[in-house]
C-alpha cells in the first residue's frame, strides 16, 4: 500500500463552502479535526452519540469564527442501515448534500486475550470500527458523487501493533478496515470521488490512555496535528493523494 508522509497544505480557505461529515466528533481527533475544518471554511456535522460534548464543540467552532455546525446525534453501536439512509436525506434536505466524509468514531474496551472478550463486546467493536464506516460509505455515496470533488478519509492504526495479542475486537477491525480502504480506494481510483487513509502518530487520546495506562499523561502530543492533516486530506489540494496513506508517523 503506498505511503506519503508529506501533508498537504492546509489554505485558509481550503475547505470553503464544503459541508464535512465527521463521524465521531466529540472524542480527541473528531474534535481537533472538527476545529481544523471549522477554520479553514469547512460546515462541519458533528456525529457522535455524547451531545453534551457536540454540543460544547457546536459552540466552539462558532466561537473560532467558522461557518455553523450542525449536531447529528446517533449511536453507531445501534445503528442500522435504515438509520444510515435517514442520514443521507437529512444531509441532501438541510445542507443540500455532503462533499466529505471523515471517520474518528473508534470503540476500544482495553486490552484483553480473544478468550475473554464478552460476545457483546466483539460485536460492538465490529460495528462501530469496521460495520458502521462501511454502512455510512453505502449509504453516501450517492451524494457524494454528485460533487466534482467528494472525498472520503479513514484512520487507520499501525498494522504490525494491531495484530499482537490482546488488541482484540479494536485490533481486527483496524485490520479490516486498511483492507476496505484499499478496495474501495481501488474502485474510486479516478472519477469525481476520492479515498484517503490518515495513519496518525502517537497522540494524547482516552484511547491512548486506556491502552497504555502505564504511560505518562504528558508523553504525547494533543491530536492537533493530525486533525489538521485529516482536514486537509479532505481539501482539493488533496487530489494528487488519493488512494495514498497518509502516515504521520516518525520515520524509522
Request: glycine residues 10%.
Amino acid at each position: 500500500m503506498p505511503m506519503q508522509q508529506r501533508v498537504p497544505a492546509l489554505a485558509p480557505d481550503a475547505l470553503t463552502g464544503r459541508v464535512v461529515l465527521l463521524v465521531g466528533a466529540a472524542g480527541g481527533l473528531g474534535r481537533a479535526s472538527a476545529l481544523a475544518c471549522g477554520r479553514v471554511g469547512a460546515t462541519v456535522v458533528l456525529l457522535g452519540r455524547h451531545v453534551r460534548a457536540l454540543e460544547a464543540l457546536y459552540d466552539e467552532l462558532l466561537a473560532a469564527g467558522a461557518p455553523q455546525p450542525a449536531i447529528y446525534p446517533l449511536n453507531l453501536e445501534g445503528a442500522t442501515p435504515r438509520d444510515y439512509a435517514t442520514l443521507a436525506e437529512t444531509l441532501a434536505r438541510d445542507l443540500g448534500g455532503v462533499d466529505a466524509v471523515a471517520f474518528t468514531a473508534a470503540r476500544f474496551d482495553g486490552l484483553t486475550p480473544l478468550e475473554l472478550i464478552e460476545p457483546e463486546v466483539w460485536l460492538s467493536q465490529i460495528q462501530v470500527n469496521l460495520s458502521a464506516p462501511l454502512l455510512i460509505v453505502q449509504a453516501l455515496l450517492p451524494l457524494l458523487r454528485q460533487r466534482a470533488d467528494g472525498a472520503i478519509a479513514f484512520v487507520l492504526e499501525d498494522p504490525a501493533r494491531m495484530r499482537r495479542a490482546h488488541w482484540g475486537g479494536y485490533g481486527v477491525a483496524k485490520c479490516a478496515l486498511e483492507g476496505l480502504f484499499a478496495i474501495l480506494a481501488e474502485e474510486h481510483h479516478e472519477g469525481p470521488l476520492r479515498v484517503h487513509a490518515l495513519l496518525p502518530a502517537p497522540m494524547r487520546t482516552a484511547l491512548r490512555r486506556l491502552a497504555y495506562f502505564g504511560e505518562h499523561g504528558e508523553a504525547q502530543p494533543e491530536p492537533t496535528a493530525a486533525g489538521a492533516a485529516l482536514a486537509a486530506l479532505l481539501g482539493s489540494a488533496a487530489a494528487p493523494l488519493r488512494g495514498q496513506v497518509l502516515d504521520l508517523r516518525a520515520p524509522d
